[in-house]
């Protein structure tokens, strides 16, 4: 399986790929045909001999013996072709990251986790930042950490020494490892502060979002109003409703007035009390108290 940290120089070649071989001898290709060669012969055995079944289990067993030893074979290959880039200095391997001093690690896994931030983010994969490749600055900090902590290994070899040329080289060294660290340490920052920037971009991109959403919210709202106002006052290609004024109420109680005078004459002719308060008539009387 490829190594997701690799860090390769531009224009390096990359290992041979075989990808029919690589997908024929994968194990899920190989437990596949080996589970159906056993299926096949288990039906054969039931119906025609139960020799069939050790035959299907003997086929089963080389598919899966093949698919091993070719997988095997891609993989040595695949290391071979590797350890040639890495001796002709085309390709620093996570493995050689790994056994760096703390210092020069650091270094690398922060240049990783910058660029990785900023290939995830929006700015990036929405185009904001053009075309980014951060291939040579991955390669040149990986380079630089592993040759920075072979000088400080060296360094430690040459310190116990008295000889004056190792003190020398001890001190030379140290002079080269302070400029190399030196220089990682503000490519590093470098990548660290454009990871902010990409931060910064996608903030201002959500925000965008936001406001497009409250104004599309806003021209929704003022689409509505309009309607609402259009149906409340009309427009000037369309009559206001009019206002229908008092007439129907003022005909109830026009109606309610003869009512109640028609209500008094009747309780006079059956001699029963009335009720002055209403009609007409009783607004007459009442006229005449004042």
């Known amino acids: 399986m490829s ?20 997908l024929v001898s994968s194990r899920t290709v190989t437990m596949n045909v080996a589970a159906v060669c056993v299926a096949i012969a288990l039906v054969a055995a039931s119906v025609v001999h139960i020799g069939f079944l050790l035959a299907g289990a003997f086929v089963a067993m080389v598919v899966l013996a093949s698919g091993a030893w070719v997988r095997e074979g891609l993989e040595n290959e695949r290391d071979s072709d590797k350890a040639a880039l890495v001796a002709a200095g085309y390709l ?10 703390k210092k020069d690690r650091g270094y690398v896994e922060k240049a990783r986790s910058a660029t990785a931030l900023i290939a995830a983010s929006n700015a990036a994969t929405d185009g904001w930042l053009g075309d ?26 040459l ?29 590093v920052k470098l ?42 006052i009309g427009t000037q290609h ?7 004024g008092p007439d129907a109420a003022e005909a109830i109680r026009a109606r309610a007035e003869a009512f109640y005078d028609v209500d008094d004459i009747n309780r006079r002719v ?21």
Not at 132 to 157: C, E, G, H, R, Y
Not at 167 to 179: F, M
Not at 196 to 220: E, N
Not at 273 to 289: A, E, K, Q, T
Request: charged share 30%; proline share 6%.
């Open 3 to 22: 190594d997701p940290y690799e860090y390769y120089a531009v224009g390096a070649p990359r290992p041979r790929s075989r990808p029919v071989l690589t």
């Open 92 to 101: 620093v391997t996570n493995r050689e990251v790994a056994q760096c001093h």
């Open 132 to 157: 980014i490749d951060f291939a040579p600055d991955l390669f040149w900090i990986a380079t630089t950490a592993v040759q920075a902590s072979a000088m400080n290994a060296l360094i430690n070899k």
């Open 159 to 187: 310190k116990p020494s008295r000889r004056p040329s190792d003190k020398q080289a001890a001190a030379d060294g140290k002079q080269w490892l302070d400029a190399q660290r030196s220089k990682l340490d503000e490519r």
């Open 191 to 232: 990548l660290e502060e454009a990871a902010k920037h990409a931060r910064s971009v996608d903030d201002r991109l959500a925000r965008q979002k936001q406001v497009t959403a409250r104004l599309a919210l806003r021209s929704a709202e003022a689409e509505r109003v309009a309607a609402l106002r259009v149906r409340l």
């Open 238 to 244: 369309r009559a206001s409703v009019p206002d229908p």
């Open 270 to 290: 059956a001699d029963e009390p009335v009720d002055n308060g209403g009609g007409v008539i009783g607004w007459f009387r009442r006229l005449v108290r004042l």
